[in-house]
């Protein structure tokens, strides 16, 4: 029954490729273990399971990060910017340049990002 109300928590963490995964009901509540690449993955999990009113009694998860030289990996979608996306990391746009900096290696220029690059955002 949980796994069914939570069904959209699970598929996000298949598309993350969450390894090691484990889903079971147990004493009426879902149990998530899993291991998760980057803490921006981690995060982006929490965010959809804290989506649900009443989580906290029924969603018991325990997501280990991976990978921590960086926040993680974020594909750009239609409509962002550099400084939109330090906005929503950091909470402070005028930091878009750590974003750029950290992907000179596909960045030119901090103008011009396009759909489906995949840009390292940095640690907090």
Do not use: C
């Not at 993350?16 to 995060?43: C, F, M, N, P, T």
């Not at 974003?99 to 955002?121: E, G, R």
């Amino acid at each position: 029954m949980l796994k069914e109300k939570y069904q959209d928590v699970l598929d996000l963490g298949m598309k993350l490729q969450v390894k090691a995964g484990d889903v079971r009901e147990e004493g009426g509540k879902l149990h998530i273990k899993g291991s998760a690449a980057y803490q921006l993955d981690k995060d982006m999990l929490w965010g959809k399971i804290k989506s649900y009113s009443g989580w906290e009694n029924e969603i018991a998860a325990d997501i280990k990060v991976e990978k921590t030289d960086i926040y993680g990996v974020y594909t750009v979608k239609s409509g962002d910017t550099l400084s939109k996306l330090a906005k929503q990391h950091f909470g402070d746009a005028k930091r878009y340049m750590e974003i750029f900096n950290i992907n000179k290696d596909i960045l030119t220029n901090p103008d011009l990002i396009k759909v489906d690059q995949k840009l390292k955002i940095p640690n907090k």
